[in-house]
């Protein structure tokens, strides 16, 4: 069995969504927030952040990315991503990476800019320039759905749910909603989703 260490309104959210679309049993372990960090965590997360995915042979994954992948390969009945060889895989993989490589580290600096400087004076000029990177991101995205119903492929993936997942920390919501129409219709389409619905009742990442 799975064991998923996560905590609320962190990126567990598409690997706990991964894993309830496989329909694949796990183990929840809740991460509280610790200053210093627990050491046994450690030994599995080394930068101390969450989701930490255990796998049944008990070696461990972190990167909530490489979460979803992996668990798209572990289970292809699922659907969870286009299957490899397949046209739409590479999109799939390019997509998955630029978020995880462009947004993701901006929402980061965003919210944790502290970081990112030396210098006390300097926490602004970081948090600005990590809010004009997302929504730079967030503008290329919106338009790689000019058109389609899915970011990948003809039907929802992992992919769909990270995104939604990074746009939910914008710091303006309703400013991204009005900015970005089509990840605001993809986003749309997911609030009234099953699984979402239930894992947003938990994370609290959109008013319900």
Same mark, same amino acid.
């Given at each position: 069995?799975?064991? =998923?260490? $996560?905590?609320?309104?962190?990126?567990?959210?598409?690997?706990?969504?991964?894993? &309830? *679309?496989?329909? !694949?049993?796990?183990?929840?372990?809740?991460?509280?927030?610790?200053?210093?960090?627990?050491?046994?965590?450690?030994?599995?997360?080394?930068? @101390?952040?969450?989701?930490?995915? $255990?796998?049944?042979?008990?070696?461990?994954? $972190?990167?909530?990315? !490489?979460?979803? +992948? =992996?668990?798209?390969?572990? #289970?292809?009945? /699922?659907?969870?991503?286009? !299957?490899?060889?397949?046209?739409?895989?590479?999109?799939?993989?390019?997509?998955?990476?630029?978020?995880?490589? &462009?947004?993701?580290?901006?929402? =980061?600096?965003?919210?944790?800019?502290?970081?990112? $400087?030396?210098?006390?004076?300097? %926490?602004?000029?970081?948090?600005?320039?990590?809010?004009?990177?997302?929504?730079?991101?967030?503008?290329?995205?919106?338009?790689?759905? /000019?058109?389609?119903?899915? *970011?990948?492929?003809?039907?929802?993936?992992?992919?769909?749910?990270?995104? +939604?997942?990074?746009?939910?920390?914008?710091?303006? %919501?309703?400013? /991204?909603?009005?900015?970005?129409?089509?990840?605001?219709? *993809?986003?749309?389409?997911?609030?009234?989703?099953?699984?979402?619905?239930? =894992? @947003?009742? &938990? #994370?609290?990442?959109?008013?319900?």
């Amino acid at each position: 069995m799975y064991k =998923l260490y $996560t905590r609320p309104g962190s990126g567990g959210f598409v690997a706990e969504a991964a894993l &309830a *679309l496989a329909g !694949a049993p796990f183990d929840q372990i809740d991460v509280p927030k610790k200053d210093p960090p627990d050491p046994v965590f450690l030994d599995i997360s080394p930068l @101390n952040q969450v989701p930490v995915l $255990t796998l049944p042979d008990g070696s461990s994954i $972190t990167e909530s990315a !490489a979460i979803c +992948i =992996l668990l798209a390969e572990r #289970h292809p009945e /699922a659907g969870l991503a286009p !299957a490899v060889g397949s046209p739409a895989r590479a999109d799939f993989l390019r997509w998955m990476a630029f978020m995880s490589a &462009a947004v993701y580290p901006a929402i =980061l600096r965003l919210y944790y800019a502290h970081r990112y $400087t030396v210098d006390a004076e300097g %926490v602004k000029a970081v948090k600005q320039a990590a809010v004009a990177e997302m929504d730079r991101g967030f503008a290329i995205l919106d338009k790689a759905l /000019a058109g389609r119903d899915w *970011l990948v492929g003809e039907r929802l993936s992992v992919a769909d749910i990270y995104l +939604i997942m990074l746009v939910a920390w914008h710091p303006e %919501v309703e400013k /991204a909603r009005a900015a970005w129409p089509d990840i605001e219709r *993809l986003w749309a389409r997911l609030r009234d989703h099953e699984v979402m619905r239930k =894992l @947003n009742a &938990a #994370h609290d990442m959109w008013p319900a």
